[in-house]
């Protein structure tokens, strides 16, 4: 099926199914158009037909959700369908939030999600009838952790700025003013609780901060020190902006309507264009010195155009910081996160063959060193 055909058949599919599902299946379609439709619409399209019936058959599994999971995910395949010959794996990439609804509304047999499962994920999933409402008497959702990741500030490779640790109250008030929440400096300060004079002065076109007023390491003259910072996020609403909103930014909950976009009640003037998920954003960082963003620190690793390893709160991303989350999390790096599959009840069948597989010891290892995450084990 073609992305033309597919479209009309989703707009079908629209008039049958709650808007919630319809949503849902448009972003599958997003995500289907950016990693090939083949990957996982066969399955997808025959449950739709079947009123996106939960029934999954044979030796068949579909994953779909959070686009840095994902990373690990398509490596993670191969090997186990190398060790299953004839089973099929469909992958999908939507972001954590779609990861969850999925796999509640029983369109995925497996989710995925870079953040921990939300009180309000767990009351409402599953919802297999798809009515709105939690399913009675139905098993709960089970996160499964695979591994570990934080979420970083980034900058341009090369900039001032990445040399130099950040305060989260800096962070935050980096993103109040140049993102268009508050006016000037007073406010900003107003709005942190902190008294006049606590942050530095603005002087950037339009009473926005330069790099050179709060990073330390950034002098003028120079072209990165002097611009005028231009914060970019992205259109999805991913687990990587949610860990970033509530962990960095001191956002509970999340973002305005849990997203930083254009034209929100918070952070107006950010940068997003169409931009989503880690590899976007970091594409369009690497553009212009005078951006900064956030993206995952496996995604960053590998990526020689971007600079993602500065420290917050004098910790460093590293290993043995972001492994910090699991048992010492008050002195982990405070952006670290955990990657998670999510099931509902525990898994059966193929599902948890594949969960057992890639739990191993040698094969979480492997995998999570190649997407340049850090491993279930240590």
Request: aromatic content about 8%.
């Amino acid at each position: 099926m073609n992305l033309k055909n597919l479209k009309k058949f989703v707009k079908k599919a629209e008039d049958a199914v709650s808007p919630v599902v319809a949503t849902l299946m448009l972003v599958l379609v997003a995500a289907g158009a950016a990693v090939g439709i083949s990957v996982f619409m066969g399955s997808f399209q025959e449950e739709a037909q079947e009123s996106l019936s939960a029934d999954v058959s044979g030796d068949a599994l579909t994953i779909g959700g959070s686009s840095t999971v994902y990373e690990f995910s398509k490596r993670a395949i191969p090997l186990f369908e190398a060790a299953n010959p004839g089973v099929t794996v469909e992958l999908s990439s939507g972001g954590s939030g779609a990861g969850v609804q999925g796999v509640g509304l029983g369109l995925l047999d497996i989710g995925s999600a870079s953040r921990d499962i939300k009180v309000e994920e767990f009351s409402a999933y599953p919802d297999f009838d798809k009515n709105g409402e939690q399913d009675v008497g139905a098993d709960d959702l089970v996160p499964h952790t695979i591994g570990y990741d934080a979420v970083v500030p980034m900058f341009q490779a090369g900039h001032c700025a990445a040399e130099d640790d950040i305060t989260k109250q800096t962070l935050q008030a980096i993103w109040l003013l140049n993102g268009g929440e508050t006016a000037d400096v007073a406010a900003t300060e107003t709005a942190l609780g902190l008294n006049p004079g606590d942050l530095p002065a603005a002087t950037g076109a339009g009473g926005k901060y330069i790099f050179a007023d709060v990073f330390s390491t950034c002098t003028s003259p120079a072209t990165d020190a002097d611009a005028v910072i231009t914060l970019v996020s992205r259109k999805d609403t991913g687990g990587t902006m949610v860990v970033f909103c509530e962990k960095l930014l001191g956002k509970e909950g999340g973002c305005g309507d849990k997203k930083i976009a254009v034209g929100a009640t918070e952070y107006p003037d950010v940068v997003q264009a169409d931009l989503l998920g880690n590899q976007d954003a970091q594409e369009k960082v690497a553009e212009d010195v005078q951006y900064m963003g956030y993206t995952s620190i496996g995604g960053a690793t590998s990526d020689s155009t971007v600079d993602a390893s500065k420290s917050v709160e004098g910790v460093e991303p590293k290993e043995e910081n972001i492994r910090k989350l699991l048992n010492d999390p008050s002195n982990a790096f405070p952006g670290a996160r955990p990657l998670n599959y999510v099931t509902v009840g525990e898994p059966v069948g193929m599902a948890a063959k594949y969960l057992e597989f890639v739990l191993l010891p040698t094969y979480n290892q492997e995998i999570a060193e190649a997407a340049d995450f850090v491993s279930f084990y240590e």
